[in-house]
């Protein structure tokens, strides 16, 4: 599958440059997720870095090369492109210094609908921000990772009342290149996740 051109392209932007937001938005485009969702597990980033900015693609950078290696490892020959690969907030933020609470406010109904469509059992959030906004503990001071990292938490969902549904969040370190010595937790993790998402009886879209 080509990279970029997953199977959900309904999951339109919604972006309302004055709402708030205060990504600086000079050459950045918002970036969608990436693959097909066929297993029911998501990968949830902080932001795109510039190499996934210039791409249009989530995690083709350094940090991509390797979750995307051990997504394929841990699932199978083009894994990748059967999980979806996404991030919590669609722009870049110049030099990396990651999204305010505010920004992910108001870039948050991207998220929830590319989850209402791929209709997670699993989701592996990369790294504190991402997986204090999942467990409710969010900016400005995320939680540490390694007091979470390993755990599993339950998170209900719903698009409606009445299309409510549990998935199960996995914080995980963000696979970045200075993160290399936990890189065996990440597998770990990513190991977890498959194990979740066979026993898992969520119904699919
Ligand atoms: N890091 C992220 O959090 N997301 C990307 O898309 C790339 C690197």
């Known amino acids: 599958m080509e990279r970029g051109r997953g199977s959900l392209k309904d999951c339109s932007f919604d972006c309302n440059y004055k709402s708030g937001c205060g990504i600086t938005r000079i ?3 918002p970036i969608g997720g990436d693959g097909s969702g066929q297993i029911n597990i998501m990968f949830v980033g902080r932001d795109p870095g510039n190499n996934e900015n210039i791409q249009k693609v989530p995690f083709v950078g350094d940090a991509g090369k390797f979750i995307r290696m051990t997504i394929n490892a841990v699932f199978g ?3 990748e492109d059967k999980v979806f690969i996404t991030n919590l907030v669609k722009c870049h933020t110049e030099n990396n210094i990651g999204p305010n609470e505010l920004d992910v406010k108001h870039c948050a109904g991207n998220l929830r609908r590319e989850i209402a469509r791929v209709r997670p059992a ?5 790294g504190e921000t991402v997986s204090s906004y999942f467990i409710g503990r ?6 540490k990772m390694k007091s979470i990292v390993g755990k599993r938490y339950i998170v209900k969902y719903s ?4 299309d409510e549904w549990k998935m199960i969040i996995l914080p995980c370190y963000h696979p970045s290149p200075r993160n290399i010595q936990y890189y065996s937790q990440i597998r770990d993790v990513v190991k977890d996740a498959k194990r979740i998402s066979e026993i898992s ?5």
């Open 27 to 29: 050459n950045v485009v």
């Open 138 to 143: 969010f900016l400005p001071t995320p939680i």
């Open 159 to 162: 698009i409606n009342k009445v």
């Open 77 to 79: 020959e083009n894994g």
């Open 122 to 126: 699993v989701v592996v959030a990369l």
């Open 201 to 205: 009886q969520v119904t699919r879209i």
